[in-house]
Every structure is written in C-alpha cells, then in structure tokens.
C-alpha cells in the first residue's frame, strides 16, 4: 500500500516537473517572439524614417528647383507658341497676296462689295443649262469653303457676320440656280423620252452632284419604281402617283447645307434653357413701365441692322431670316418679363416656351414638334450626318410642247418648278392637327414612297446608318415618319420608306468608336511620330511628320481618297470626319462616351509636354489611369531613338499632377497600385524633367531640336483626341 502511494507521488511530481518546463519553455518563446517584434517594429520605424528623411529631402529638393524647371518649361512653350503664331500669321498674309493675285476671274469672298456683285449677277443670270449651272455652283461651293476658312480665323464680329451671311446667301442661291436647271430640264421630258419604259429617265453628275430625273409621260398604273443604275439611287412609287403628271428627282449633294441651320437652332436652345435655369444678365433683363419694355428701339435698330446686312448680300430669304431673328430676340424678352413677374417657380416652363420659341418661328407649329415628338429630333452632338443631303422631291410635270403643222408649241408658265403635294393639303393638315391624339384615334395615312439608296464609295459606316428626315419648318432632322428600313451591309445600300417625299440624309452614331481601348504615340525619328488609337470598333493609325499628317488604316477599299494624302492637322480631322471615322471629341463629348474624368488643366500641360519630348521618348495608355483619382495621370513610356515597336519590359510608368510627377516603381501588369518611388528617382515638378533626368545624350539632343510646327501638330492631336480622358 505504501509502494503505491510512493508512486502516485511520483507520477503527480514528473506532471509538475513538466509542467514547469512547459511554462518556462512558452515564456521563453513568448520572450523571442516578443523580442522578435519589438526588433522588427524597430527595424520598420527605423525604414521608415530613412524613408520619411529620403522623402523630406526628395521634396525639399523639389521645392528648391520647382520655380526653375515651371519657368524653364513655360520659356519653352511661349518660344513655341509665337513661333507658331508668326508663322500662322505670314501664311495668313501669303493666302491674301495670292488670293489677291489670283487671276481666274473668281470674285475674292472676302471683298464685300466683290461678292455682292458675284451674287446679283448669278442671280440674274438666265442661264438654265445643267451644264453651265454645274460650273456656277462648283464656283459656289469653293467660295463657301473659303469662307468657312475665313471663319475658322475667328474674324471680328460684324466681319464674322457678313461672311455668315454670305454663305447662306450662296447656299440659298445654289439650290434655286438647281431648281432651275431642274425645271429646264422637265420642259424638254418628251424629246428625251426613253423607247422601252416610255418615260424620261436622266442622270447628271460631277464631283460635288448627282441629279437624277424621272418624268411620268407613260402614266402606266402597274409602275412600281425605277432605278438610276449609274449611281445606285432609286424609288418606288404608290399607285396614284404612278397615274399622276409627275416628275421625281432624287439630288444628291455631296455636301450639307441644312445640318448647321439645325445645329444653330439646338445650341440657342440650350442657351435659352441655361438661362432660364441660371441667373439672368442684366442686359438681358428687360424693365416693364407703363405697359411698355425698354430697349424697344434697340430691338427696331438690330432688325434694321440686319435688314442691311441681308440686303448687301442681295438675299431675299435671307431677309426673311432676319425677320425670324428678330422675332426670337422678342420671344426671348417676353419670356425674361415672365420670369420677372411669375419668380423662379415658373423657370421650368419658360425654358420650355424659349426652346419652342427659336425651334419654329410659328409659335403654335413649335409647341406641336417640340412637345408630342422631341424624341425624333435628331442630336446632331450625338449623331454625325454622313455622304452629303439627298433631295427626294415630286414636281408637277411642265407642259410638254406638240407639233402643229410643223410648229414646236409650248405653254409657258410664270409659276416656275412646282411641287406636286403628297399627301394632298387636305390629309396633311389632319395629321399635323392628330399630333397628339393616341394610337386609337383614326389619322390620315398616306401610302408610303420607298428609297434605295446605295452608299457613298467614299464612306465608312461603322455601325449600321440611320436614316434622317429633314423639317424645313423647324430646321431640324427627324427619324420619324421612316419605316420598313433594310440595310444591307454586303451591297452596301439602305432602302426604306417614308410618310412623304422629303430631303433625307444618313446617320452615324459620333462616338461609336469610343471610348478608346489603347493608344500609343512613338517616334519615328526626328520630327516624326507615330500615333495609334485602338477605338471600340476600329484602329487608326496617324503618321505625323513635321506639320503634316496621313491617315493610316487596314480598311482601304473605300478610302482610297483619304489613306496616304499628307495634310494638316485640322484639314485631316475634317476629312476623317466626313469618311465616317471619328476619333475627335468636342465639349459635349463626355455626355456620350463614358469617361475617364480628369483635370483639364492637368490633361492639357500633360500633352504639351507629350509633344515636346515626342521625337525622342515613347508614350501609351496605362489601366492604372482609371484607378488613380481625377487629380492624377498614369501613363507608360520610354525613350526610343529607333522607329521600332517598344517591348514591354521598355515601359515605365509615371504618376503625373498638378505639383509633382514621379517615375513608380511597379509595373504594368503588377497586380495592385502603389505610388512607390522607383530606385534612384526624384521628384520633379513637370513632366518635361521628370523624363530628362534618365535620357540619353542623343536623345535630349533630339528633343531640343524639334520644330514648333511638329509639336504644335503632335499637340493639337493629343488635344483634340484627349486619349487620356476617353480610353
């Protein structure tokens, strides 16, 4: 019994003996792990404050040569720009000497009383033949488009106004010289009438114009349509049409005349609408005393004003767009009394009677479109006309001279070209007055016209095209009263119907190819550069050398026009613009594109120094640029001295802001972002330093001896593409 008690005793003294051990062992470990810690917290205060001290002597290294690198930078960007403005304004003043030289017998646009002269003889000028017609209206369009350029110049105001003027007079004087060749053309019908289909059928063209003309002379009841083979435009007719004294004519203008008239009316509306939302100008604010508004006779005097400038231009309808100015400035003042009288409770609504008021010049007519069908008024921001204007049109057929005993007999009409009503005056006054009724309610349906129209060769639709109708009454283009539309992508032709016969264009969509994908700007050598946008639907390539631009694409069977031909900056975003490839943004852009929202200013000293260094360093677009907050940029690049594709291991990655630009330390495919200085970097006040600081000997020889004109070409680029913004 004792042997056994002895032994629990044991057992119990072992337990406690480990036990103990088992503590002190915990202790020492806890001890270590403690010690361990405390060291490495040590250690990491420790780096930290070398960091901390390697940072404050970063920024205070910074601060000390900030105001010599923001001057050193600012030097050489005025140095650039005055070059650049001298050298505008002697090409400016060369343009005159030539203009002024210029021989050919053309009127110089820019010369008042020159222009006015050109304008009332062509006015008066007699002559109906298509052919000589042709010739004036060519002779038309250029003096529009030297006046466009004129424009562009930003002239002084009234000067700026008579050139407007003038054009609208030219644009007005085009289409009725048009008319009346059209007209010339009709009275003749029956001695061109072709054998098999009994009919007149004729087409005339050159660069600026295709007319096609069908005249009904066979009036067979089982016609459908014709089709003008030779420019691959055509229609289809109803059937009481079909038995009617009619002529069609389809004019194809490979111009627009009609779309600034409409985006002239959808910019005064949302200026009515900011300041009928906004505080009012005082100058704008009207008094009310004793029933009467002051500044009446200022209105009187502009209306007299702008009678003037009309009548020096020679325009009769153009007097009659003065009267609607006039009644729109009075609009504008009823409706500032209104805000008045009534206070901010009634904002909304006045916004609404400024809109309709500048959308039509008959009040009634303008609450009828504005309010039952502001969904079909195309936004010419958001879409872009493409191909020119399509004038579908019905005319009453002019009496067809006979033979009477040898005698050509006529009857001549003063009337002019007529148009033929369809749908008849009776049917199209109920639909315009059942606007509002719902879809139960009986209306007058008219049988539809049908168009095939194929599509310009010159032309890239890069979605499928929208067919747009034009409203003369309030100058806009609208999509309703379209159906049946069928497009063929293969053929590449369009065909639909319509209500009524009205002028029609085809549309795209301006941002279909954003936002930006990628893009990438390299050098090619001194003083050229590549840049490549890779777009939502399409790439485009764009080979600058010194001021001059060419457009580079793998699509080229209908660009043959556009691809390879050297231009400026702004005649290249014209022309891609009207091919139907839009990489450019506006101010309105970013209410259609979703954005990657960033400083403008910021964005803007980014790109010109993008183009100071662009001869020498290699620039692309980075995915940490949507990560890094509206007040910096991230963007890679590199220097490259050979015109080669840059390999990834080559790029580097910059944070850029509005203080401090700095060269990181991770890479492009890292999996997180950090602001981790690279190895041996600095902090540098704008980015031009920040990249000088590692370049080559060769290459900051490069960089200083880039032209103006190149960078003001590689900036106007970047600034008008803002790639940083829209990928």
């Known amino acids: 019994m004792s042997a056994k008690k002895k032994g629990g005793k044991n057992r119990k003294a072992e337990r406690e003996r480990l036990q103990r051990e088992a503590d002190e062992q915990r202790l020492r470990e806890e001890e270590e792990a403690r010690l361990i810690a405390e060291r490495e917290e040590n250690e990491r205060l420790e780096r930290e404050r070398i960091e901390q001290e390697k940072q404050q002597l970063l920024e205070l290294k910074d601060r000390e ?49 020159e222009i006015n002269t050109f304008i009332s003889l062509w006015r008066e000028d007699s002559e109906t033949q298509i052919s000589k017609v042709l010739e004036n209206c060519a002779l038309a369009l250029q003096l529009i488009d030297e006046l466009d350029l004129l424009l562009s110049e930003g002239p002084e105001p009234y000067t700026a106004q008579q050139y407007r003027e003038t054009v609208l007079c030219l644009q007005d004087l085009n289409l009725y010289k048009l008319n009346q060749a059209t007209e010339e053309l009709l009275k003749f019908a029956n001695s061109s009438c072709d054998i098999e289909t009994g009919n007149m059928q004729t087409v005339v063209q050159n660069d600026n114009i295709s007319l096609c003309l069908w005249a009904n002379l066979n009036k067979n009841p089982r016609f ?8 691959g435009l055509g229609f289809e007719l109803p059937k009481p049409l079909a038995v009617s004294d009619i002529a069609v004519r389809i004019l194809h203008t490979r111009y627009d005349h009609l779309s600034h008239h409409s985006e002239r009316e959808q910019v005064q509306r949302r200026r009515s609408m900011m300041e009928g939302f906004l505080t009012l100008p005082s100058e704008n604010t009207a008094v009310v005393e004793d029933g009467k508004i002051e500044g009446e006779e200022d209105e009187g005097e502009s209306s007299k004003q702008v009678e003037e400038e ?31 009288e009534e206070g901010e409770s009634q904002m909304e609504g006045i916004a609404k009677s400024l809109e309709a008021d500048q959308n039509c010049s008959d009040p009634s007519t303008a609450e009828l479109e504005f309010d039952s069908a502001d969904i079909h008024i195309v936004d010419l921001q958001q879409f872009t006309p493409l191909g020119g204007v399509f004038y579908f049109d019905v005319f009453h057929l002019p009496p067809q001279s006979y033979i009477v005993r040898g005698w050509e007999m006529r009857e001549l009409l003063e009337t002019g070209l007529q148009v033929s009503p369809y749908p008849t005056e009776q049917s199209r006054v109920q639909s315009s007055t059942s606007v509002k009724l719902d879809e139960h309610s009986s209306t007058v349906v008219s049988l539809p016209v049908g168009v095939t129209v194929a599509l310009p060769d010159s032309i890239i639709f890069l979605e499928s095209p929208q067919v747009a109708r034009w409203n003369p009454l309030c100058q806009h283009w609208r999509t309703d009263c379209i159906s049946e539309t069928n497009y063929d992508a293969e053929a590449r032709s369009i065909s639909f119907q319509m209500n009524a016969f009205h002028a029609f264009t085809l549309l795209q969509e301006s941002y279909a190819n954003m936002p930006f994908q990628s893009w990438e700007l390299r050098p090619l050598g001194q003083d ?12 485009v390539s764009i080979t600058v050398k010194g001021k001059q631009c060419m457009l580079q694409m793998e699509e080229k069977k209908y660009l043959d026009k556009l691809l390879g031909k050297w231009m400026s900056p702004s005649e290249l975003q014209k022309a891609m613009r009207r091919a139907g490839i839009n990489i450019f943004v506006n101010e309105y852009s970013d209410k259609y594109v979703s954005i990657n929202s960033k400083d403008p200013l910021i964005e803007h000293t980014v790109y010109e120094q993008m183009a100071l260094m662009s001869s020498a360093v290699a620039f692309s677009w980075s995915r940490w640029n949507t990560q890094c907050g509206q007040e910096h940029l991230v963007l890679q690049a590199c220097e490259q ?48 330093h920040m990249l000088r600081q590692d370049m080559s000997i060769e290459g900051q020889a490069r960089v200083s001896q880039s032209h103006y004109l190149y960078v003001d070409t590689i900036q106007r680029l970047l600034c008008a593409t803002r790639v940083l913004t829209y990928s």
């Open 641 to 688: 001295l050979e015109a080669v594709p840059v390999t990834e291991e080559m790029w580097s990655l910059y944070l850029l802001g509005a203080q401090r630009n700095q060269h990181l330390k991770m890479k492009e495919d890292d999996n997180s972002f950090s602001a981790e200085l690279s190895e041996g970097s600095e902090f540098h006040s704008t980015f031009l």
């Open 528 to 539: 050229s550069a590549l840049f490549t946008i890779t777009g939502a639907l399409t790439e």
């Open 65 to 113: 040569r900030r105001e010599d690198e923001l001057n050193e930078l600012r030097h050489i960007l005025d140095e650039n720009h005055s070059a650049v403005t001298v050298w505008e304004s002697e090409c400016r003043d060369k343009s005159k000497w030539e203009r002024y030289m210029r021989c050919d017998g053309s009127p110089d646009p820019a010369v008042q009383p």
């Open 224 to 231: 459908k349509g014709y089709r003008f083979e030779e420019v």
């Open 310 to 340: 009309s009548h020096s231009v020679g325009s009769e309808s153009r007097k009659r767009s003065a009267v609607s100015v006039v009644s729109t400035k009075e609009g504008r003042k009823s409706s500032s009394i209104k805000l008045l």
